[in-house]
């Protein structure tokens, strides 16, 4: 396993994390399962916090627009990496499988961040339920960068447009979810938010509940 100081430059392009994720990276007997969507911070956070007892692996980021596939491909690597490691952690929320995920991580006896999905832990779950946003639609850095292998195909936009306000039509505003304070990002997130015709409400983050799951 690599340090990840050796990570290259390909190996955490967007579209690696999205269709590939990321093989294990790091010394430490304490691995980290999470979401290919995750990498850069999981990483980030190791490093500013000289995490250096944790080893990361992420899966792909695209099984979140099949959320049915996730408890399984998480089974599957806590099955392939449990005797090489003392602990596992699981950086996912629900993320839209319906508790299975968490029933999964119970049954496998393996710690999982508790939130629904990284929005939530991002905002904190502290203040998060509280603000009631049904209408609401979020981004991350992750997904902004991402905008349109994630939400304007697959929804069909690119080809039907017109479908536009059957998805979005009851949204009232777009929130970004800012985890890094780059402007760039705030651009696209700009631009996202006209495309789907909706105010944007930026909000600065960092790393949120992640952090704290990950020096606990």
Same mark, same amino acid.
């Given at each position: 396993?690599? /340090?990840?100081? +050796?990570?290259?430059?390909?190996?955490?392009?967007? %579209?690696?994390?999205?269709?590939?994720?990321?093989?294990?990276t790091g010394t430490g007997k304490t691995l980290v399962i999470a979401c290919g969507a995750l990498a850069r911070e999981v990483l980030a956070i190791i490093r500013l916090n000289g995490l250096d007892h944790l080893t990361l692996t992420c899966l792909p980021a695209i099984l979140h627009n099949d959320p049915?596939?996730?408890?399984?491909?998480?089974?599957?690597?806590? /099955?392939?990496? +449990?005797?090489?490691?003392?602990?596992?952690?699981? %950086?996912?929320g629900d993320c839209g499988t319906g508790g299975l995920l968490q029933a999964l991580c119970d049954k496998k006896g393996v710690t999982m961040i508790d939130a629904p999905h990284c929005y939530a832990f991002f905002d904190g779950m502290d203040q998060f339920p509280d603000r009631d946003e049904p209408t609401t639609y979020y981004l991350?850095?992750?997904l902004a960068r991402q905008f349109d292998a994630f939400v304007w195909k697959p929804l069909g936009l690119d080809r039907y447009p017109d479908l536009l306000h059957a998805y979005f039509g009851n949204y009232e505003k777009l929130v970004y979810l800012a985890q890094t304070d780059d402007p760039a990002l705030t651009e696209i997130a700009k631009t996202c938010a006209a495309r789907l015709e909706l105010p944007l409400e930026r909000r600065f983050t960092g790393y949120g509940d992640l952090d704290r799951f990950l020096r606990t």
């Open positions: 396993m690599s /340090d990840i100081s +050796r990570i290259s430059g390909e190996a955490l392009t967007d %579209a690696n994390l999205r269709d590939r994720g990321l093989a294990q049915a596939k996730i408890p399984a491909a998480v089974e599957r690597a806590i /099955d392939e990496h +449990r005797a090489d490691y003392d602990h596992i952690l699981i %950086a996912y991350t850095d992750f």
